[in-house]
T-cell receptor, first 116, second 112 residues
Framework: AQSVTQLDSHVSVSEGTPVLLRCNYSSSYSPSLFWYVQHPNKGLQLLLKYTSAATLVKGINGFEAEFKKSETSFHLTKPSAHMSDAAEYFCVVSDGRGSTLGRLYFGRGTQLTVWP | DSGVTQTPKHLITATGQRVTLRCSPRSGDLSVYWYQQSLDQGLQFLIQYYNGEERAKGNILERFSAQQFPDLHSELNLSSLELGDSALYFC???????????FGPGTRLLVL
């Protein structure tokens, strides 16, 4: 079964400091992993996705995530936070690669607050 | 803008009523997915369609049903509504099951 655990429900950082949002996953298959962001009263936007290529994945707006199979982790990082990064972030795992299904399994989300 | 459209944006109705939520996928996308976002359950997969056929069901109540039409748009029907059905309902689409899913802006349902 597929599942993700986001280890922090809230993260607060100052503008210009690094961001780390932690995610552990569980998957019965070779996983596809994603980070989505949801700004207030907005839909979900894809930040980045990991399939099977490079373990360090670069996304939009300076975010990146590293797939670590040995640790079953897929943490999201950004070197320098910006006020516009304040939002809710979801770590997501899908049905495994090669599956004919494409269900997404969402973590509970991490609310990122950025202080000026 | 993801290219996925959902109507209506907001819906307020009463318990026991029935509503229909509509989703138009991105041009060329054959797969449509419905998700529910609520405070207590978080974001949950409801149902998946591929080229008009149901592919997978998640935690979808029997009072809920969906379909995908020949023009590939999809509708989610919610009946005998209860207070607990109040949530944000998202539609997503993709070219196929393994492709990236793009989400619509959602329909916010409030059941009074």
């Amino acid at each position: 079964a597929q599942s993700v655990t986001q280890l922090d429900s809230h993260v607060s950082v100052s503008e210009g400091t690094p961001v780390l949002l932690r995610c552990n996953y569980s998957s019965s298959y070779s996983p596809s992993l994603f980070w989505y962001v949801q700004h207030p009263n907005k839909g979900l936007q894809l930040l980045l996705k990991y399939t099977s290529a490079a373990t360090l994945v670069k996304g939009i707006n300076g975010f990146e995530a590293e797939f670590k199979k040995s640790e079953t982790s897929f943490h999201l990082t950004k070197p320098s936070a910006h006020m516009s990064d304040a939002a809710e972030y979801f770590c997501v795992v899908s049905d495994g690669r090669g599956s004919t299904l494409g269900r997404l399994y969402f973590g509970r989300g991490t609310q990122l607050t950025v202080w000026p | 803008d993801s290219g996925v459209t959902q109507t209506p944006k907001h819906l307020i109705t009463a318990t026991g009523q029935r509503v229909t939520l509509r989703c138009s996928p991105r041009s060329g996308d054959l797969s449509v997915y419905w998700y529910q976002q609520s405070l207590d359950q978080g974001l949950q997969f409801l149902i998946q369609y591929y080229n008009g056929e149901e592919r997978a069901k998640g935690n979808i109540l029997e009072r809920f049903s969906a379909q995908q039409f020949p023009d590939l748009h999809s509708e989610l029907n919610l009946s005998s509504l209860e207070l607990g059905d109040s949530a944000l309902y998202f539609c997503a689409s993709s070219v196929g099951p393994e492709a990236t899913q793009y989400f619509g802006p959602g329909t916010r349902l409030l059941v009074l």
